[in-house]
């Protein structure tokens, strides 16, 4: 038998932007636009056309331009925001307008301030106007998961003969619990005759936590179209997560027994995207898509996915479009990874110095959250060499000022490879754009590697007019980097010091290497 398909209905456009701080401009939700029609999304909602001339400008573009999803916009039920709402979308190859109306007690007594007659009556209106200019009409009863069952059968029978295609069940304020969500979906279905007619859609908050929950649950219950948005922001607490949705599709292909057309290695970089465009951070250990979702420190988890990475993983990371797992070094971890990491640097140590080594590890890793690369280097070097440095620095003059060109001179003494190269003594000076670029200038012109500074910062680390300096940064040298630290009551000292730091640390890494 054929299987259904699930229609992805993304609204991070629209009810994403309506998380506090979210919004984004044109060019933005473009881009968003753009990166969710390569997703697979079958249909965009790309925004609220009466809500601002922005946003009504937005919707055009995006209709104009994205042409491979539907492009759907929202509207109340008023024949001003439906007239507005089709000129916004009409330039889409695929339009939908998309009207919602409250049918719960609460939202048409209080906010609404009508009867559920006036409703019935408000809602067959407007979507016999909406259909008047789009064949594709989308209604929502909104606050449905609090509505009463038979009214809310009632006023869908109605919207369906009125020409709604779509019929969506918001829980709007997230209230709802699977099973009971999932009871509703199947009694509508039984309930409404007309139902065939249309896509039953739902559109879950997450005010419980259980927005995907209930989504899934209405999928097994016979919803075919799931609203949701990515890295589920959304109103309040936000909304189904579209990724979580589409991986549980995919991860238990037997259990749900549908297909869809989310391109799920396309999952992270739609994630990146909207978080670095909305300001809404990702948390680490959200599904999917969180920084630690295919991270594992563990010792004994470690172990398991070097051996096989299913042990701890259901999903592969490169199915989502992660580069791949990460195994983090720190307290927990053990031998295996350890070794492994040992081994991946580069190194090619005998069974005593490793052994030796990961005691050590486990000490520094007591006292440090997470042990880096470099950190392991470290530990390698100070085992493994004289603790001799290749490069030191002897003397620096830096000068700089209005009007004057910053330059810098330096002497640094090259330690010979072995006892029968002698130790040389070199000068070198140069310009920059500042006293710190002109002395790492001069710097590299004596050492004469193709080391490239790729991050620095500067803080000062006691107070007072003689506070101290301390310059943070990171170097890359062949494709490995290496952190440096430097203190000093002078920042250009200090900013020298950590330099040569990561000099030194590169240069030993890269002869320990060749074996020298
Ligand atoms: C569950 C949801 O997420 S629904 C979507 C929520 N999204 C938004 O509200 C974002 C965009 N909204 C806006 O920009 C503004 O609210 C606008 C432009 C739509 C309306 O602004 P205003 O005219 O100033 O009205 P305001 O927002 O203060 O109040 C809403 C009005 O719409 C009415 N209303 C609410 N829902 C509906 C509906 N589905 N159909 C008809 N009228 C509705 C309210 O009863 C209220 O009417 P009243 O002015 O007669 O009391
Ligand atoms: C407009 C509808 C779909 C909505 O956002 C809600 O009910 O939460």
């Not at 979906?185 to 209930?214: F, M, Q, Y």
Request: with cysteine; glycine share 8%.
């Amino acid at each position: 038998m054929e299987k259904d398909t699930i229609v992805f209905f993304d609204t991070t456009l629209r009810d994403g932007e309506q998380s506090p701080g979210a919004s984004m401009n044109l060019k933005e939700k473009l881009l968003v636009a753009n990166q969710l029609a390569a997703l697979g999304v079958n249909v965009i909602e790309a925004g609220f056309p009466i809500s601002s001339q922005g946003d009504f400008e937005a919707v055009k573009i995006i209709s104009q331009q994205v042409k491979t999803s539907s492009i759907a916009g929202l509207c109340r039920a008023s024949e001003k925001d439906v007239t507005t709402c089709w000129n916004a979308v009409k330039y889409a190859k695929k339009p939908r307008i998309h009207i919602f109306l409250a049918t719960s007690d609460l939202h048409i007594e209080k906010k609404l301030q009508k009867t559920r007659t006036q409703i019935l009556d408000m809602a067959v209106k407007v979507i016999k106007y909406g259909k008047s200019l789009c064949k594709d009409v989308e209604f929502s009863a909104e606050d449905a998961g609090r509505s009463n069952m038979d009214f809310l059968c009632k006023v869908v029978e109605a919207v369906i003969d009125a020409g709604a295609t779509t019929i969506n069940i918001p829980d709007t304020v997230g209230y709802t619990t699977p099973i009971e969500f999932g009871k509703k979906i199947a009694e509508i279905r039984r309930r409404v005759p007309n139902i065939n007619k249309a896509t039953i859609s739902v559109h879950c908050h997450n005010d419980l936590g259980l927005a995907v929950a209930n989504s899934l649950s209405a999928i097994e219950n016979g919803a075919r179209q799931i609203e949701c948005t990515i890295n589920g922001i959304g109103e309040r607490a936000g909304n189904a997560s579209l990724e979580e949705i589409a991986m549980t599709l995919k991860v238990r292909p037997n259990y749900y027994n549908v297909k869809h057309s989310i391109k799920t290695n396309e999952l992270y970089n739609t994630s990146k995207l909207v978080s670095r465009l909305t300001g809404i951070l990702v948390q680490v250990n959200k599904a999917i898509v969180g920084a630690n979702a295919f991270a594992h420190e563990s010792g004994i988890h470690q172990d398991g996915v070097l051996k096989a990475r299913e042990t701890y993983e259901i999903m592969s990371p490169a199915d989502v479009g992660v580069p791949e797992s990460l195994l983090v070094l720190g307290k927990h971890s053990g031998r295996h990874a350890f070794f492994k990491r040992i081994k991946d640097l580069g190194y090619k140590l005998d069974e005593k110095t490793l052994e030796h080594l990961f005691e050590k590890f486990k000490i520094l890793a007591d006292k440090k959250k997470t042990v880096f690369d470099d950190d392991i280097i470290a530990l390698i070097e100070e085992d493994t060499s004289s603790g001799k440095e290749a490069f030191i620095l002897n003397y620096l003059s830096a000068t700089s000022g209005t009007g004057t060109i910053p330059t810098a001179t330096v002497k640094i003494s090259k330690s010979g490879a072995n006892k029968k190269v002698k130790t040389v003594t070199l000068q070198g000076a140069a310009c920059g754009s500042g006293p710190v670029d002109a002395t790492y200038k001069a710097i590299d012109k004596i050492i004469n590697m193709d080391i490239k500074l790729t991050d620095f910062s500067l803080r000062s680390i006691s107070s007072g007019e003689d506070a101290l300096g301390e310059v943070v940064l990171k170097a890359e040298y062949k494709g490995m980097v290496y952190s440096g630290k430097g203190t000093s009551t002078d920042i250009i000292e200090a900013s020298a010091k950590a330099y040569m730091q990561a000099i030194n640390k590169a240069k030993l890494f890269y002869d320990n290497k060749k074996g020298k």
